[in-house]
């Protein structure tokens, strides 16, 4: 009797369910991974994140906080 395989753990494509609210590029990366930057403080509190395609910061609940746009100067990570 042969067995049935099971193919979950098998790459999808790339869906559009993590889209960035400024750019509206994807931030889908894996099912339980993002491509957002998260922020956190001194206390080791997220605080929010960045988009890796516009640079803009946000919020936990997703409002924009600050624009940076690709020619402002900061660190890089």
């Known amino acids: 009797m042969v067995k ?3 193919y979950s753990h098998t790459l999808r494509k790339k869906s559009k369910e ?3 609210l400024v750019c ?3 931030l889908y990366y894996k099912a339980d991974i993002s491509q957002r930057i998260g922020l956190i403080d001194s206390h080791n509190e997220i605080t929010g994140w960045i988009c890796p395609f516009c640079d803009t910061e946000f919020g936990n609940q997703d409002e924009i906080v600050y ?3 690709r020619n402002s100067v900061k660190g890089n990570t």
Do not use: F, L, P, V
């Open 24 to 26: 509206g590029e994807d």
């Open 18 to 20: 993590d889209i960035c």
């Open 67 to 69: 624009i940076y746009g």
């Open 4 to 6: 049935a395989r099971n």
